[in-house]
Nanobody, 115 residues
C-alpha cells in the first residue's frame, strides 16, 4: 500500500518560513514523480510544485522564487521549503506521488499565515 505522510505545517506570520516534509517509500522515489498541492479555504486543490522523475522541478507562478522543492533520497523524504510566506499561502498542503499505476495522496498538513 502506498503511503505518504506530510509533516511540518503550522502557523507563522507573513514573511516567515516553514519547511514541509513528506515521508514515502523507496519504491515511490524510484518509480514516481512527486510533488505538492494545496487547498486554500473554500477553494479547489491547486498545484504548487513538482519534482519529476528526470529531476526537473516545476512551480506554480505565485510561489516561484519563494518555495523550493527538494528530496533526501537516502531518507525517503520530499521537502518543500517555503520562504517569504504570504497570507494567500494559507492552505492544507498535500504531498502527492504520480506513478504509472496511479496518483497517490497524503492526508495533508495545515499551513496558516497570519497578517
Amino acid at each position: 500500500q502506498v503511503q505518504l505522510q506530510e509533516s511540518g505545517g503550522g502557523s507563522v506570520p507573513a514573511g516567515g518560513s516553514l519547511k514541509l516534509s513528506c515521508a514515502a517509500s523507496k519504491w515511490i522515489f524510484d518509480n514516481c514523480g512527486m510533488g505538492w498541492y494545496r487547498q486554500p479555504p473554500g477553494k479547489e486543490r491547486e498545484f504548487v510544485s513538482a519534482l519529476d522523475g528526470d529531476g526537473r522541478k516545476r512551480y506554480r507562478d505565485s510561489v516561484k522564487g519563494r518555495f523550493t522543492i527538494s528530496q533526501a533520497y537516502t531518507k525517503s523524504l520530499l521537502f518543500l521549503q517555503m520562504n517569504k510566506l504570504k497570507t494567500e499561502d494559507t492552505a492544507v498542503y498535500f504531498c502527492t506521488a504520480y506513478c504509472t499505476a496511479g496518483n497517490y495522496w497524503g492526508q495533508g498538513t495545515q499551513v496558516t499565515v497570519s497578517s
